[in-house]
């Protein structure tokens, strides 16, 4: 019992070194394992549970919203990556490349997808005529590839799951009002179920995606003070079209390009949940995410009527909320530890005084707090508790950023909080590169993004003194 | 309106060309496109949504079978797949191989999975260590590669989708149990869902699982007589434990081998709906996984009331089946030939008389049978219609397959069999490999299974005469 109790809770704390501790953590909460690929993770039954839920509410959203699932295939046609100038020496560096298949040596060699851009764009050129055939809205789930020096699972990792939305429409502004429809779905979703809030706002030409024509970004802010790009939506008017002769046949008869759109959410935002709300016990998870939200541990268990109790509440409440209870043979103060390491948003106690009294103790892992419930009232009270951890969970995460986004007006503030207080920087500039490069180099913190709430923080770029036309938010990110 | 009509129903007739017949469902029911790369082709959203309603049953029944989903990255080292080495010289000839990630040749070469065996055996040997950690019950729903000389849509196809299980148990009889277990649950899925009647069996040596020690197999006919093996279950024994040393602690703190299982079904499965359920219309889909159960085709919908109707009709049935509704100006006819070639199971007309006399026509897809029923009681009528419309594809697929199952006692018959008649041909063997192979180089008919239910239709080997010990189903396959 003592060794296995150690083990759990054998994890470096934050505040001595936020990179060990989230690497303890990934690996002690069981979420992800190495395999012998450098920079590929397996996702371990805990961690792709976590992905599943996800994946199960961006899935209804993106329906809810018009568009469909489709797959498309794994390999690239090196020439085919390479039609779009910009889009392949963005991605080309870290590509994959399959040379050879079963004893032959390919005559053109394949990449596997980093993203699928040209896939979609080579489809939907044979796929749309007519302005009838607009738009196409769909989507793919799968995963991607790129080769990164460095890897950190969820964060950086050569292969990662995700989703990919890629639309066609008929109009530059319908493209535009996708691509602001699927960030708000983003922003939403981080908001109303990871209880991560979220600045929404547009990449600077120097940031954007390879190949768009603007990109729109959700960045959070991490416990360490860092920021995370947290999902994108790209406008790509209409290149793509012309590059690939995407046309369509308007209500005149005449040829137009189509104007089009992706958007990305992957598997680092569960890099997001573990950094926003983790702790030194461990992970803590959103309750509206986590695989299990409430769980049973019954106490003095060999007492008689004890687990018989302790089952039937089970039942009671797998009818409103994700429930499993540890039986086994372990101490309960091992268990304690172990669902505090794994960030289950309840724990339930139930024991021979408690099933005297009709009651049982709830404790909540975020605070830690211990409350006293009537068996009767487990319907409405579990419930009730989930929201409340819920909203509690953004709260604090949106007091943290409040507290740690900080103002320059001036250069040295600028430099003054890079280097001392972190964060997120607001801070005005001339939308010039060369002083987005300066800052860059200088400080080591880069754009974030513009954001959609735009302030006059000050009528001068925070680097050159020309005058300024955006508030941008700076940062260190991941 | 007559120019699209005629692109709809452009298809060869099944007694023409089959394999045409085949391949223009595919195309015009939009299920699939090509794609640049060979064998390689996109699931468009109609066949991608019949795989999402495969995928759901299926998931549902891997997880109350007591299973975890998981995802193993899609790179294995060369030197991993070579450990096991009946493994690797079935899977070896067809794996595409990366050589080199952004601007370096990699020093050792990786292979994009064909399966995942190896994966799970890395990680089984790292996570197992006692009893306590047994069994592990793995699934991941992933595409796999394996680079086949000529492909078709669905059947074969260089990259596919599948789900595959890798499961650990204690003991021998543990694995056994497990494997039986999924091939029920495959044989299952395939007549309640898919209305595919299956004949359970095992593979000989020679047809058995590259590394397995014996194979288990669903096998089912088509419509042109030919046998697809439709989902297959493996028991590895321990042979893959003592290549990667997959050791546990028993209770007596002795060091014991596990015993390992493989399981998988993929998007084959459509192949075998098409095949066994179209006819020369198009798609037939069973209806419990139809994308869309009931399409609403409102008639003369210019007139007042009628789309109003039609749509409220829509409200109503949408709480009990899936249901679209086509308003677009094309013709009713128009519309006709395209659901009917997308082999939506009922197709509701209603128009003006319909709505005076407060009925709607039911048409069912697979018998073409107009059903006048009153608009009150399509709660009830639409589901029970869906129901006998599954039954009566079992049904007709069964017959289809008892009509095209024959015995063969001599050689002579077995030839005339396979060259005249086709389909299943139960005859028995000596278990002597080397007469499997005189028959299949005699009469290109393959062994597809030793079913689980023995005949003894004779005393001899069909082949060479000696004593027989077991009866097989032959026949040519997919």
Request: net charge negative.
């Amino acid at each position: 019992m003592a060794k296995n109790k150690k083990i759990v809770s054998e994890i470096t704390a934050m505040d001595v070194d936020f990179a060990q501790w989230y690497t303890d953590i990934v690996k002690k909460a069981e979420l992800v394992d190495y395999s012998s690929v450098r920079g590929c993770m397996i996702l371990r039954p805990y961690g792709y549970s976590v992905w599943e839920n996800i994946q199960a509410v961006l899935d209804k959203k993106f329906k809810e919203t018009g568009h469909e699932n489709v797959y498309m295939p794994m390999f690239i046609p090196e020439s085919l990556l390479q039609k779009e100038k910009d889009h392949v020496e963005g991605f080309a560096p870290e590509v994959a490349r399959v040379t050879h298949a079963g004893s032959e040596e390919l005559v053109e060699k394949l990449v596997v997808r980093p993203t699928s851009e040209v896939l979609f764009c080579e489809h939907y050129g044979k796929i749309i005529q007519s302005y009838n055939d607009l738009p196409k809205l769909y989507n793919q789930w799968c995963s991607v590839v790129r080769w990164e020096k460095t890897t950190r699972p969820f964060l950086r990792t050569t292969e990662f799951l995700w989703q990919e939305g890629h639309t066609a429409h008929a109009t530059k502004e319908e493209a535009e009002a996708e691509t602001i429809k699927m960030l708000n779905v983003y922003a939403d979703f981080c908001e109303e179920y990871l209880a991560i809030p979220v600045v929404k706002g547009q990449k600077t030409e120097k940031e954007k995606f390879a190949g768009a024509e603007s990109t729109y970004t959700i960045e959070s802010l991490m416990h360490d003070k860092k920021a995370l790009q947290t999902g994108t939506s790209h406008n790509f008017g209409d290149g793509f079209a012309k590059v690939f002769d995407i046309q369509y046949a308007d209500k005149n008869g005449e040829l137009q390009y189509v104007h089009q759109t992706s958007w990305g959410m992957t598997t680092r935002v569960i890099g997001a949940v573990i950094m926003v709300h983790g702790d030194d016990s461990g992970l803590v998870l959103p309750p509206k995410i986590a695989p299990t939200q409430v769980m049973i541990v019954p106490v003095a268990q060999h007492k008689e009527g004890v687990l018989e109790k302790a089952a039937e509440l089970q039942g009671q409440i797998q009818q409103f909320a994700r429930v499993k209870m540890d039986a086994s043979d372990k101490s309960p103060g091992w268990k304690y530890n172990e669902y505090e390491m794994k960030g289950v948003p309840i724990r339930l106690e139930v024991g021979p005084k408690d099933i005297e009294k009709e009651q049982v103790v709830l404790v909540r892992r975020d605070t830690r707090e211990k409350i006293f419930v009537p068996m009767a009232e487990l319907a409405t009270k579990i419930p009730a508790l989930l929201e409340e951890i819920h909203q509690s969970l953004y709260n604090r995460a949106k007091a943290h950023r409040e507290e740690n986004t900080h103002v320059a007006t001036t250069y040295e503030e600028l430099q003054q909080i890079a280097e001392e207080q972190q964060g997120f920087i607001k801070a005005m500039w001339c939308e010039d590169v060369a002083c987005e490069e300066k800052i860059k180099e200088d400080l080591s913190v880069t754009s974030r993004c513009m954001p959609f709430e735009q302030e006059q923080l000050s009528s001068t770029c925070v680097c050159c003194g020309k005058p300024a036309t955006k508030m941008v938010y700076w940062g260190k990110a991941y």
